[in-house]
């Protein structure tokens, strides 16, 4: 079933202030012949509208502005066993302030086999706005994701707005990854120790099976070492305590940002290839 859902159908879109929305949007997989993946669901309302581009990919398209202040926003994502599939969007996000909070919310189960690549374009915090942003995935004990978020601290010569980034991440119902990123406190952010000189943080993860924590082999009489991370210029990839690795980067600009985790992403795979070297 795809298309526009109705109200009946779970897609809700109603008033919760002065111009303020509830929208949600749903994505279902299911196996094809062949071991194809079939779209089974796409229902959606503005501003979460999905189209689908290709045979396993949807991307989201901002058919309205913002998230603005007061929105609330659920994209639920359910990727069946053995099947596999990319979400990206157009163009970036703009929150935009309003008279209350902001809200995105990231359902994904990702089945037994599956895949899930997950790498929307920037949320941009324009001044005065206050957001939040919770990602919830879990994975079955087998399943890969790429999921990659990168946050621009404002527009061009402005302040960034307020936001708060959870990511909560399950194996096989055992935690994988708890991380929280809040952007927009002035006492801290421009602290050496957090964000510096920095109008952009991202991060990227990778995990799956060939990413089962392992050991470094022993070199002569040295005993086995867990593996280390790769770093460079402003990223860092950090193995995980389970089958993952975490990129983070900071960076002045989007273009640099992205080029940044790029290369983490690059050192998360040399680590799951077991060529592991710390720089």
């Known amino acids: ?19 303020a929305i509830t929208a949600r949007a749903v994505i279902r997989t299911a196996a094809g012949p062949g071991g194809t993946t079939r779209l089974e669901t796409l229902l959606s309302d503005p ?17 309205g502005a913002g998230p603005l202040g007061g929105d609330h ?63 919830r995935l879990s994975l079955a004990a087998d399943a890969e ?7 621009i601290f404002g527009r061009h010569g402005e302040r960034p707005g307020r936001g708060h980034s959870r990511f909560d991440v399950t194996v096989a119902d055992r935690p994988l990854l708890r991380q929280d990123l809040v952007v927009g406190r002035p006492s801290v952010e421009g602290s050496p120790a957090v964000y510096g000189h920095a109008r952009c943080v991202g991060s990227s993860l990778v995990a799956g099976p060939r990413w089962s924590a392992r050991a470094v082999p022993a070199i002569g009489n040295d005993p086995p070492t867990a593996p280390v991370q790769a770093s460079g210029d402003g ?32 050192a998360a795979e040399r680590i799951a290839a077991g060529r592991i070297v710390a720089w």
Do not use: K, Q
């Open 145 to 151: 994701v790429f999921w990659r978020e990168e946050i």
């Open 73 to 135: 926003l659920t994209l639920d994502v359910d990727i069946a066993p053995g099947t596999a599939l990319e979400i990206r969007s157009v163009a970036a996000m703009l929150v935009l302030p309003g008279p209350a909070d902001s809200t995105m919310t990231v359902n994904a189960r990702v089945g037994a086999g599956a895949s899930l690549r997950y790498s929307p374009e920037p949320t941009v915090l324009a001044a005065g706005c206050t957001h939040r942003l919770t990602v």
């Open 1 to 19: 079933m795809t298309g526009t859902a109705p109200p009946t159908a779970g897609t809700v879109m109603s008033a919760t202030g002065a111009g």
């Open 235 to 266: 990223w860092t990839a950090l193995p995980l305590a389970g089958p993952g690795v975490l990129v983070s980067a900071l960076a002045p600009d989007a273009v640099e940002l992205r080029a940044r985790l790029t290369r983490g992403e690059e």
């Open 47 to 63: 501003p979460l509208t999905l189209r689908r581009t290709g045979p396993a990919r949807v991307h989201l398209v901002g058919s």
